[in-house]
């Protein structure tokens, strides 16, 4: 089984800056891709930021530009820089990773529970 938890979130101010961390961690064999998603109102979670395990990254059009996304792959660990930020990034962070585990064919994807980011005006 795997684990993902976000860390990192908080309240910060228009214009400030955060970093998010996702860990994974079990029986891990490999983690191809990691991504960010982020749920404030509407039914579906919005696509953030993505990086596969060779580090091509994808960036949500809105983020662009302020956002970047890297990993630690020894770790098992996706990180989300947030710079530049405004109130309407304030959103409950969600961690996504494709994960194949040790002594299993096939991958599958495995979400945190997230962590809340709040801007203020």
């Known amino acids: 089984q795997v684990q993902v938890v976000e860390s990192g979130g908080g309240l910060v101010q228009t214009g400030g800056s955060l970093r998010l961390s996702c860990a994974a961690s079990?029986?891990?064999?490999?983690?191809?891709?990691m991504a960010w998603y982020r749920q404030s109102i509407g039914p579906q979670p919005e696509l953030v930021a993505s990086?596969?395990?060779?580090?091509?990254?994808d960036y949500g059009v809105s983020v662009k530009e302020r956002f970047t996304i890297f990993r630690d792959n020894a770790k098992n660990t996706a990180y989300l820089q947030m710079n530049s930020l405004k109130p309407e990034d304030t959103a409950v962070y969600l961690c996504?990773?494709?994960?194949?585990?040790?002594?299993?064919?096939?991958?599958?994807?495995?979400w945190g529970k997230g962590t809340p980011v709040t801007v203020s005006s």
């Open positions: 990086i596969t395990s060779s580090g091509i990254t």
């Open positions: 079990g029986n891990i064999a490999s983690i191809n891709t």
């Open positions: 996504n990773c494709v994960v194949k585990e040790v002594g299993y064919t096939g991958s599958y994807s495995c």
